[in-house]
């Protein structure tokens, strides 16, 4: 892509584990031919965190405002999102037209922005995990590219032994422990006839089962289309789970829930990850195996660093 837009680097969340390796980062993008604005300053990380709530609202904030910014990268998930939902401006952002890219625990952005407002944003790459280690992931950092320059974007299911499905539908999702917690809360959108995606990481199968449980007994689910899983990472089974496995935690919820359950969606907390626009129209057709998830109608980037849609 070939573009002099510009794109501001916030901390919301997550500090970076490593501040020595954030030039390398920037400098990559900047060959991408970005104009690179970082609003994260190292000296003010604060605990966990990128800042003190203060610090991190005010770095969004700034990103929003300023007029040469076209896109808003967050350095990292981990935690710290929710602590500012009620302080954020939706509108604002909204209003900004600008694209946020992040996910983990950037899914409370997310969602606060489709509830507040309907405007969309990108489940995309973050900063600091896929732009400033020594090698970048090619599959993740050109998906992102691919779908940012639009008008469309597709994506493939590995192949799995999945269900016939064929549904049209608003997508949205991301962090399954994210979604959850913003249930009963002004941030859950309201979305009907959806394509879900969701994707964790550290929770057990028995925990990913009791959260979408409660999403379907939350009435979510019956009113969305499909639901697709990403990576479900870096769990441990335990003596204790005598044969309950995920393979046993996705026949219970295939025999249970009632939308069709994909698997082989490559987005999740590991290095080879799609890019996906929430909120953007979307078509899911499954063959039996594999699958084909098609998406339009979203915010893009255009050559000369303008932002429109559709």
């Known amino acids: 892509m070939s573009t002099q837009a510009g794109i501001a680097i916030i901390a919301p969340a997550g500090r970076p ?27 003010a990380a604060f605990q966990r965190f990128g800042g003190d709530d203060d610090n991190r609202l005010a770095q969004l904030e700034s990103a929003v405002a300023d007029p040469d910014v076209q896109l808003i990268m967050v350095m990292r998930g981990s ?17 900004s037209g600008k694209i946020i890219v992040g996910f983990s625990d950037v899914t409370a952005l997310h969602m606060g922005l ?4 309907g405007a969309m944003s990108y489940a995309g790459p973050m900063f600091a995990g896929d732009f400033c280690g020594e090698a970048v992931n090619d599959f993740t950092v050109d998906d992102f590219f691919a779908c940012l320059a639009g008008p469309s974007h597709t994506v493939h ?34 979305i009907e006839g959806g ?17 979408l449980l409660q999403l379907h007994q939350a009435g979510v689910l019956a009113k969305q289309k499909a639901l ?8 441990r089974l335990a003596p204790s789970d005598h044969g309950y496995d995920l393979d046993a935690m996705l026949a219970y919820l295939r025999a249970t829930l009632p939308i069709p359950i994909l698997t082989g969606l490559q987005f999740g907390h590991g290095p080879t990850r799609v890019t996906l626009p929430f909120g953007a129209q979307a078509r899911l057709v499954s063959n039996g195996e594999g699958f084909t998830l098609s998406m339009h109608g979203y915010p893009r980037l255009q050559d000369d660093g303008a932002v429109v849609t559709g």
């Open 228 to 235: 697709v899983l990403g990576e479900i990472s870096a769990y």
């Open 195 to 211: 394509i879900v995606y969701v994707e964790d990481v550290n929770e057990h199968p028995y925990r990913i089962e009791r959260m």
């Open 79 to 95: 935690y710290g999102i929710t602590r500012l939902l009620p302080r954020i401006d939706f509108q604002a952002i909204a209003d």
């Open 157 to 190: 299911g590995t192949p799995a032994v999945n269900p016939a499905v064929e549904v049209n539908g608003t997508l949205w999702g991301g962090n399954l422990a994210m979604l959850v917690s913003l249930l009963g809360t002004p941030y859950f959108p309201a």
């Open 114 to 117: 489709m509830a507040k407002t």
């Open 17 to 43: 584990l490593d501040d020595t390796v954030l030039p390398l980062g920037l400098r990559r993008l900047q060959e991408r031919g970005f104009i690179v604005h970082n609003y994260y300053n190292p000296g």
